[in-house]
């Protein structure tokens, strides 16, 4: 296989592998080229963006508490979505979201 034809599958790939990676609701932050530095406006986009990341984690570490997340999940099946429902209010009770 020549060099091009080669050069031509990967990109191929890549751009295939990132269309199926990326969820339609997911934002992902912008990240520089190499040795080009990123504009004011990207940095924004990034730091808004990492501001909402930083909340959604302590949401998700609040809920690692009760273990249904991290642990196996020894209940019933037909509890789980109980069980996750009670955790979410118990979460949201105890930090004032609702």
Known sequence: MSQEKAKTYSAEFRESAVKLAIHQNSVLPIKKQKGKP?????????????????FIEHVNRRCKIFRIVK??????????????????????LRYGNI
């Open 38 to 54: 990123l504009s004011a406006e990207d940095k924004a986009h990034n730091k808004a963006l990492s501001k909402q990341r930083v």
């Open 71 to 92: 642990d196996v999940y020894r209940g019933k099946h037909k509890n789980y979505s109980l069980t996750w429902s009670l955790v979410a209010a118990l979460v949201n």
